[in-house]
């Protein structure tokens, strides 16, 4: 098995692509070594010492370095933990499970949502899952949808696009843009 790797727009980030799938449907973040016990996978990578982000898309790893961590010596052991686990087959989560949909909660969400605007946030989830997600998996994450209110669209990236240096041109100039252009209902995108 060959694990390739890819640098992303995010300097601290790395993507890793195993050459197989990863998640059979959804994304999971896990921003802390607490969130990664759900995952054996996760868990391991964060028990380097050096990681603060472990991300699974569909088809990739994406794996944040801590401050001051180097990949120089952090991506070997990645790629050993990545290259066990999968040639193992060893589950991705916790109690055999599958997989582990990411998918924002009610509780998730960052306004209220008015009934009258269902169409607006129709829309809003089409291009969401056609046009901006693989633009931003293909850095080595994801967006997650918190809400419209207001003419606002609250989204949060997610992996290597979390505090990456240009998430703010990514939301402001990127997706900002394609939704309003699209949407005429929407006025401003803001990190939430």
């Known amino acids: 098995m060959f694990i390739e790797t890819e640098a992303t727009p995010n300097p601290a980030s790395l993507k890793f692509l195993p050459g197989r799938q990863v998640m059979t449907a959804g994304t999971r973040e ?8 759900a995952s054996p996978l996760a868990e391991a990578i964060f028990d380097t010492g050096e990681v603060v982000n472990v991300f699974f898309g569909a088809d990739f790893v994406s794996v944040t370095a801590a401050p001051g961590a180097e990949w120089s010596a952090l991506k070997p052991q990645v790629v050993a933990i990545l290259l066990d686990h999968f040639v193992s087959e060893a589950p991705l989560f916790a109690g055999g499970s599958a997989n582990g949909i990411s998918i924002p909660a009610e509780d998730d969400m960052v306004v209220e949502e008015d009934p009258a605007n269902a ?26 949808y918190r809400g419209f209110k207001d003419g606002v669209v609250y989204l949060t990236l997610q992996g290597a696009c979390s505090g990456c240096p240009s998430s703010t041109a990514t939301l402001k100039h990127g997706i900002e843009g394609l939704l309003k252009h699209y949407i005429p209902e929407v006025t401003e995108v803001r990190a939430a």
């Open 30 to 37: 896990f921003t802390s070594p607490e969130a990664a016990e």
């Open 119 to 144: 169409d607006i946030v129709a829309q809003i989830s089409e291009l969401l899952e056609t046009r901006i997600r693989p633009a931003v998996a293909g850095d080595g994450g994801d967006i997650a």
